[in-house]
């Protein structure tokens, strides 16, 4: 199975900073990343696909970068509906895997 | 697009239970769906997918065996019948909608609410 690691596990950012969570494969998934953003009690909700398109809908300030093994979602400008825990999922192979979260709330 | 979960609930160990996810809002035979889980204070879970037409399907080795993916094309309905559930099956399970037809390479688009299974005597 491809194990999918996220660091950091948790952090703490102000409103109207840019903040960076990465995503590491265990082996080589080319750009079968997605990324999630979930908040308590809710289902998780898309934001980015296949490692760099943003899902419709989603805000400007949500990007991806990647390729590979090595993975990036960044918020360019944080607001405070982002306060949440965010998710990366591999698709390339069966059985598809996710991270196990990396958790940004308010400094 | 509408997802709506139903079915959970509180179950003994080693008895069975089975999840319903009624959809809208899209061409659901064009597509794939899958079951995900997570339990209290862990990692979101794939358990299952099935493809467009139910012709093929997956399963992640904690359920396999014990859990069925099912879907009927013409109620908009995914199923997950579960078996011989156990204690660590606790979890809210969610059904999604995949973004293909079939197999690898997609994103969960869109996702029902959860529904939360609970495994104790």
């Known amino acids: 199975d491809i194990r999918m690691t996220q660091s950091p596990s948790s952090l703490s950012a102000s409103v109207g900073d840019r903040v960076s969570i990465t995503c590491r494969a265990s082996q080589d998934i080319t750009k079968y990343v997605n990324w999630y953003q979930q908040k308590p009690g809710e289902a998780p909700r898309l934001l980015v696909y296949?490692?760099?398109s943003v899902q419709s809908g989603v805000p400007s300030r949500f990007s991806g970068s990647g390729y590979g093994t090595d993975f990036t979602l960044t918020i360019s400008d944080v607001q405070p509906e982002d306060f949440a825990t965010y998710s990366c999922?591999?698709?390339?192979?069966?059985?598809?895997?996710f991270g196990q979260g990396t958790r940004l709330d308010i400094k | 697009v509408q997802v709506l979960e139903s079915g959970g609930g509180l179950v003994q160990p080693g008895g069975s239970l089975s999840l319903s996810c009624v959809t809208s809002?899209?061409?659901?035979?064009?597509?794939?769906l899958s079951w995900v889980r997570q339990a209290p204070g862990e990692r979101l879970e794939w358990l299952s997918h099935i493809s467009q037409g139910g012709g093929s399907t997956y399963y992640a080795d904690s359920v396999k065996g014990r859990f069925t993916v099912s879907r009927d094309d013409s109620k908009s309905t995914l199923y997950l019948h579960m078996n011989d559930l156990r204690p660590d099956d606790t979890a809210v399970y969610f059904c999604?909608?995949?973004?293909?037809?079939?197999?690898?390479?997609?994103?969960?688009?869109?996702w029902g609410q959860g529904n939360l299974v609970t495994v104790s005597s």
């Open positions: 999922q591999q698709s390339f192979s069966m059985p598809i895997t």
């Open positions: 999604a909608k995949d973004s293909y037809a079939s197999g690898l390479y997609g994103h969960l688009e869109y």
């Open positions: 296949a490692a760099i």
């Open positions: 809002g899209f061409t659901f035979g064009s597509f794939a």
